[in-house]
């Protein structure tokens, strides 16, 4: 089981940026698929960007592509995600995931596939 911390919520003005980071820690985290989520209440969690270790692949959704960027760093295992551009419609609970395997652009999008979830770290911004 992969155990996962994010970090880097906060409160921000539209226009503004932050920088979210999750470590992972755990056996045998190769090969790794990492991705980020987020919820508002009453709604689903839906994907907001990812990245495959192994392919070295990286996928957005399409409302935060161009504003956020995915990266990650071997040691310790992480992902982050820097958010730029920020708009009170980003305002949510973000949740870092984690798959042990190597993900396409497509298949990184499909929140079933991820076994192991942060705790969630909100982000909110003003107008």
């Known amino acids: 089981q992969v155990q996962l911390v994010e970090s880097g919520g906060g409160t921000v003005q539209a226009g503004g940026s932050l920088k979210l980071a999750c470590v992972a820690s755990?056996?045998?985290?190769?090969?790794?698929?990492m991705a980020w989520f987020r919820q508002t209440p009453g709604k689903d969690r839906v994907f907001v960007a990812g990245?495959?270790?192994?392919?070295?692949?990286?996928g957005y959704a399409d409302s935060v592509k161009g504003r956020f960027n995915i990266s990650r760093d071997n040691v310790p295992t992480t992902v982050y995600l820097q958010m730029n551009s920020l708009k009170p419609e980003d305002t949510a609970l973000y949740y870092c995931?984690?798959?042990?395997?190597?993900?396409?652009?497509?298949?990184?999008?499909?929140?079933?596939?991820?076994?192991?979830w942060g705790q969630g770290t909100q982000v909110s911004v003003s107008s």
């Open positions: 995931a984690a798959f042990l395997g190597a993900t396409t652009v497509r298949s990184m999008r499909d929140r079933r596939l991820y076994g192991s």
């Open positions: 755990g056996r045998n985290l190769s090969p790794i698929s």
């Open positions: 990245i495959s270790w192994l392919r070295g692949a990286t």
